[in-house]
Every structure is written in C-alpha cells, then in structure tokens.
C-alpha cells in the first residue's frame, strides 16, 4: 500500500510539473491618438451617418442604440440572444448588403475598396451600465462580425437625446 501511495505522488508531482499553465487570452484593442498627438495638417475624416450605429449601454441591462447623427430615431433592446441587440448589430451590417454593396476589403496599402459597405458602431457606456454589459457588448459585435467599433464617451448631447426618447415612447 505505502509503496502505491508512493507512486501516486510520485506521478501526481510530475504531471503537475510538467503541465503548461493557461496563458491569459487579451483581446486587442487598438486605441487612436489624442487629438494634441496628431500633425497638424491632418484631416477629419468624413464618413456617411448611415454607416454609425450607436449602442448606449443603460442602467437596467438594457442597450438604447440609434443609426445617423441628424434626427435618429431611438430604440431600446436586451441582450436577450434571441431577439436582442445582436439582431440589431446584425441588421445595421445587412443594410448595405441588402442595398447591392459589398463588406469593405482592405487591400495591401491598408486602404480599404471604395463604393463599399462599411458600418461603424459606437459604444457608449453610461456611468450608471455595468461592466459586465459592456463586455457583453463586444462579444456581440465579435459574434456577428461587426469591422469597426469604438468605445467613445458618454455626452450630454446624448443625455438630451434619451430624455427626448424616453418622453416619447411614455
């Protein structure tokens, strides 16, 4: 009996010495610079409203989101998987599809094709959104697929805007 209890630790060190740890998966994240960081004889890009969608993540798990910069129209939805915010996501990258335009490729100069659809989310966390939502959100945009996406600020031009939403749809 000793002489087993032996060879059990015996095998049980080794396979414990001897086996890899998980190494901690990250998830890149490429940051843009600061506005001061950036030559002065640089350009804003222009970029159509109809390719932004914005996602506000809110207080009670729910993600408040609306397409375009002039007048959108506010909508709220869960992360319920079955008709959640991901129907949404997946939506706003079928609009431009549905419309004869192709997913944008980049090629090898890093430019991307022209005449192609290129859809952008903003994500927008609430002070009040849990973390949790926010990491919900871009497995989501991961899920289906989404090219951009931004985690930007929460403004007060936004604040108005969900008051407005919100004495609308009462």
Known sequence: MTAMVDVAFLLLT???LTATMNKPSVMELNMPPKTDELPEDSTKIKVKE???MTLILDADDTVRY??????????ATSFDPANG????IQEHINWGLKRGLQLC???GDGKSTKN?????????PRVTSRYGNLV?????LNITE????AITEFAEEDSLLLIGELEISE
């Not at 919900?136 to 989501?140: K, R």
Request: proline share 7%.
């Open 14 to 16: 080794f396979f414990v």
């Open 50 to 52: 109809e390719k932004i």
């Open 66 to 75: 609306y397409v375009g910069i002039t007048n959108p129209e506010v909508k």
């Open 85 to 88: 915010v991901r129907g949404a």
């Open 105 to 107: 490729v980049k090629v």
């Open 116 to 124: 192609c659809w290129d859809p952008i989310f903003l994500i927008k």
């Open 136 to 140: 919900d959100l871009i497995d989501e």
């Open 146 to 149: 989404a090219p951009k996406y």
